[in-house]
């Protein structure tokens, strides 16, 4: 079992650029999520899925999309990277609406340039 | 709104010493509680967590949390820290909607511990 999978663990962009986060989990979690890390603020949920082929939007959703084609994917996507997407980004996994807290990628640590 | 609030942004203990981290949170009924871990460069790791039953929850590396309802505080203790403690603590509560737990949580801002030899 590998858990949470994230993919890239670092990259650097340009302004403009765009990307895609991976995140892959091989539990069969139903509900999965993408949270971004900013010094001084703690981890803010950017969007979130319930399940395979929905999605949502958290707390801080702009200049971000998703999608969850496959039950064990979920990919970020950065369509046009600015500068204030430079942080670090985490996905997690849970089995149920009731987090188990424990489920947690390694992060992507992306720089904006 | 639910929030998490850690009063606390930079604590430093000597060696050997006792240690408490701060956690207040804003909730309408019994929260999901975590406390995390997370060292320079590394990810989240989970210290404990706290559904329901006793108030006092042991976790992993000698810390424990206890759940006070009456004052909305989570707060992470260890009675004697190592060097290898220092690291930052993310306090986090499980977030609800109107249909119940949703699976998300929210964090608080995060606490650094130094730890003086």
């Known amino acids: 079992n590998a858990g949470v999978t994230q993919t890239p663990k670092f990259r650097v962009l340009k302004t403009g650029q765009s990307m895609t986060l991976l995140c892959a989990q091989d539990?069969?979690?139903?509900?999965m999520y993408w949270y971004r890390q900013d010094p001084g603020m703690g981890l803010r949920l950017i969007h979130y899925?319930?399940?395979?082929?929905?999605?949502a939007k958290g707390e801080v959703p702009d200049g971000y999309n998703v999608s969850r084609l496959k039950k064990q994917n979920f990919l970020l996507g950065l369509e046009s990277a600015a500068p204030s997407q430079t942080s670090v980004y985490f996905c997690?996994?849970?089995?149920?609406?009731?987090?188990?807290?424990?489920?947690f990628g390694a992060g992507t640590r992306l720089s904006v340039l | 709104a639910q929030s998490v609030t850690q009063p606390d942004i930079h604590i430093t203990v000597s060696e050997g010493a006792s240690l408490e981290l701060r956690c207040n949170y804003s909730?309408?009924?019994?929260?999901?509680l975590f406390w995390y871990v997370q060292s320079p460069g590394q990810g989240l790791q989970l210290l404990l967590k706290y559904f329901s039953g006793d108030t006092l929850v042991q976790g992993i590396k000698g810390f424990e949390a206890e759940f006070k309802r009456s004052q909305s505080s989570f707060n992470l203790r260890k009675p004697s820290v190592h060097w290898s403690d220092a690291a930052e603590y993310f306090c986090a509560v499980g977030a609800k909607s109107g249909s119940g737990n949703t699976g998300k949580l929210i964090f608080g801002q995060g606490t650094t511990l130094q730890v003086k030899p």
């Open positions: 997690a996994s849970s089995y149920t609406r009731n987090p188990s807290g424990e489920y």
């Open positions: 909730y309408g009924a019994t929260p999901y």
């Open positions: 539990m069969n979690h139903e509900y």
């Open positions: 899925s319930v399940g395979e082929g929905t999605t």
